[in-house]
C-alpha cells in the first residue's frame, strides 16, 4: 500500500512540475507582453492629453455649434461600452468589470445595455444578468484606429438615433503593473467645456465641419486611451495570476517532495526492520 501511494506522489509531482512549466511561461509572456503595452499607453497617453486639451480649448471657444453629440437626450436607457479580453488565466480582469456594472447598475439593469468587447468578458457579462446589444471578439493585443472606428461609429448611431440617452466606457485603468481599477467613464453625450475666454480662435471656412471632425478624433481617441489601458491592465493581471499559480506551484511541490520523502523513510524503516526481525528469528 505505502509502495501505490509513492507512485501516486510521483505522478502529482510530475503533472504538477509539467503544469509549472506553463505558468512560468505564460507569466514571462505576459511580462513581456506588459512590457510592450506599458510603452504604447505611455504613447497614447501623450497623444491623448494633447487632443483633450485642445478640443476643450476649441468647443470652450464657441458660443454656440450644432453637434447633436454635444447635446443630451431624454432617453433613460444607458449603453455601456465594456472592455474585456479574448483570453482568459488573467484573475478576475474580466470578471470585475462585469460585476461593477451589476453593482453600480443592479437597481437599474432594465435600462442597461452593453456593447462587449473581449470573447471572456461575453460570459460575465451574460452570467450578471446584463443585456448585450453588440460583441466584438478576436481584436488582437494591439488595439488599432479600425477596430476603434467600428466600434465608436456603433455607439454613435446609437446615441443619434435616440435609442439611448448615454454612453459610457467601463474599464480597467492601469496606475501601475500591482495597481488597476475598473472605472467608468462618460463617452455621449460629450462634456468639452473649456475656460470660455482663455483661448479665443477664428474658424474658417466651416465652423460645423470643424467641430464635425474633432468630434470624431475625440470619441475614438477616448475610446483607443482606454483600449490601452485595458490591455496594459490585462497582460498586468495575467501576469499576477501566472506568477501567483508557479508560486502555487511550488509550495505544493515542496509540500509533495515532504511527503514522499516521509513515506519512503517509513518504507524503508520497516524494511529493515523486518531484516533484523529475520535475523533475529534465525537465531
Known sequence: MAGAGLLEIKRRIKSIKNTRKITKAMGLVA??????????????NQYFSSLDEIARELIGSLNSNNNPLLKSNDNPKKLIILLASDSGLCGGFNGNTAAFVRDNY????ENIEAVVVGKKGIHYVKKNKISTLAEYVD???T????????IVNKAVKEFTDGNFGEVSLVYTKFFSPVKQEVVEEKLLPLDLTGEKGKVSFLIEP?????IDSLVSSYLKGKFMNAMFNSKASEQS???????GATKNADDLLNSLDAKYNRIR?????????????GAEAQK
Do not use: H, Y
Not at 31 to 43: F, H
Not at 206 to 210: C, H, L, R, S
Not at 237 to 243: L, V, Y
Not at 265 to 277: A, F, K, L, P
Open 143 to 150: 488595439p488599432n484606429v479600425g477596430d476603434a472606428s467600428t
Open 106 to 109: 443592479e437597481n437599474n439593469l
Open 265 to 277: 523513510q517509513s518504507i524503508i524503516t520497516q524494511e529493515i526492520s523486518e531484516i533484523v526481525g
Open 206 to 210: 466651416d465652423e460645423d465641419e470643424i
Open 139 to 141: 481584436l488582437g493585443d
Open 237 to 243: 493581471a495575467r501576469m499576477q495570476a501566472m506568477d
Open 31 to 44: 511580462t513581456s507582453k506588459l512590457r510592450k503595452a506599458r510603452q504604447k499607453l505611455t504613447e497614447n
